[in-house]
């Protein structure tokens, strides 16, 4: 079950580094893969650190994307 969570932590760790190539912003793409990095560390070095690891995941998953800002605030 441990190897199940982890991977769907993975995948969602390498679908934000793809969403992070997509961005037009230099800044918030490198804001988003340090985001990335830091959730594929710690699945591979920090062992059931799934209470922080979840949330911290979802969070930036949620984060819009630059072109959004951009077009709220206009």
């Given at each position: ?12 760790g390498l679908v ?7 961005e ?21 070095f ?13 969070v ?15």
């Open positions: 079950m441990v190897w199940l969570i982890d991977l769907v932590l993975l995948l969602a934000l580094w793809n969403r992070a190539s997509n037009g912003d230099e800044a918030w793409s490198l804001f988003l893969r340090s985001i990335a990095f830091i959730d594929l560390a710690f699945i591979a920090g062992n059931g650190q799934l209470l922080l690891e979840i949330p911290l995941l979802a930036a998953l949620a984060l819009p994307s630059a072109a959004s800002l951009e077009r709220r605030r206009f």
